[in-house]
């Protein structure tokens, strides 16, 4: 203690004190939000297979009391997740056939995606990559320069976009080190960031991380990842204001969820909150059959019937394109009458 403080070292930024202090004992969460404990044995088992986590930020936008808050369904471990369903996998999108080198899935022309990391702020219980084998397959600690050998040598790529887990996740330095690299690839033209730290996080977007983003020559998009209105607060549009201001195309994603956003007047008030914080909604995708995750599964036919009621309630910039993942398609699929 005595030798910190004769040594001052640079105090970590405010976001990374809040991701260390997120919730991951399901039965602090059920505490902080007056839960009945009688959810925490279920809880407990379903953590087991994939941690809780999620930051207290985030916890703060739930109704307290109420055991079907839309956020808290996203991230609360329930005993559903252990029933298996006939379909629902491990590795629902065929990540691992699509992979050339380690932390690069290549699928669809012009665009590669790069692993930068299996760390999330918060652990959403329909992730679709909550069992990808990230130790193996993650392009960090490292192992970037397989996968910035790959971009390097492969001039069709035109536009490289960091998922995970959550790019944002990675410390300034390190991504301003991932970003310096990507520069200097004379073919790339654009930087995508698929992130949902600027909406479960918002601390996540501070000066530091303007300035790693100011200094890339790459046209960059931030697509962020928010289910529900709820989830955007003012602090969330605060936060994405200067990266708008800074001319970064913003634009959202969002899984359809039952229990969560299932409704066309939830999604119409999300996409107006999207709106309103300079975000455009860009995907609604169906969900990925990962194990886990079938009690959130929406039909085709009332997905389609939501579409049609956005449809005739929003402007056609607002509504999102229904998609779904297809393991080995050129392309996020449109979901369609049939
Ligand atoms: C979804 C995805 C993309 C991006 O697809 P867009 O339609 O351009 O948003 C790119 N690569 C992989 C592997 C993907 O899963
Ligand atoms: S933030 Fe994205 S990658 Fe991370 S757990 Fe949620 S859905 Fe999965």
């Not at 629902?92 to 299996?118: I, N, S």
């Amino acid at each position: 203690m005595i030798a910190a403080s004769l040594t001052p070292r640079e105090a970590p930024p405010r976001w990374q004190v809040e991701l260390a202090a997120a919730y991951t004992d399901p039965a602090e969460l059920l505490h902080a939000l007056d839960l009945d404990p009688a959810w925490l044995p279920a809880a407990r088992r379903a953590a087991a297979a994939f941690p809780l986590r999620v930051p207290r930020g985030f916890v703060a936008r739930m109704r307290k009391g109420d055991a079907h808050d839309p956020l808290l369904r996203q991230v609360l471990p329930l005993a559903e997740e252990l029933v298996a369903a006939p379909g629902y996998v491990a590795d629902p999108v065929g990540d691992l056939a699509a992979m050339p080198v380690p932390g690069v899935l290549h699928k669809y022309r012009g665009r590669a995606l790069l692993v930068a990391t299996g760390a999330c702020g918060v652990h959403c219980r329909y992730c679709f990559r909550r069992e990808f084998p990230y130790g193996a397959a993650s392009a960090g600690r490292g192992a970037w320069d397989a996968a910035l050998d790959y971009l390097r040598a492969t001039p069709e790529v035109s536009e490289v976009i960091l998922s995970g887990g959550d790019p944002l996740a990675l410390s300034d330095r390190r991504l301003a080190t991932l970003l310096a690299a990507l520069d200097a690839i004379p073919h790339l033209q654009r930087l995508r960031i698929h992130s949902r730290q600027p909406v479960v996080l918002p601390a996540r977007v501070d000066g530091g991380l303007l300035a790693v983003l100011d200094a890339t020559r790459l046209a960059t998009v931030l697509v962020v990842h928010a289910n529900h209105p709820h989830e955007l607060d003012a602090e969330v549009a605060a936060a994405l204001a200067p990266l708008r201001r800074r001319g970064i195309t913003l634009l959202n994603q969002s899984v359809l969820l039952a229990g969560v956003n299932d409704d066309a007047a939830v999604l119409a008030e999300l996409s107006e909150r999207l709106f309103a914080a300079g975000v455009l909604p860009y995907y609604l995708h169906q969900l990925d059959a990962v194990r886990g995750a079938a009690h959130f599964a929406v039909a085709d036919a009332r997905a389609l019937a939501i579409m049609d009621t956005l449809r005739a309630q929003l402007p056609g910039y607002l509504v999102p394109r229904l998609v779904r993942e297809v393991a080995g398609a050129p392309a996020k699929t449109p979901v369609v009458a049939r």
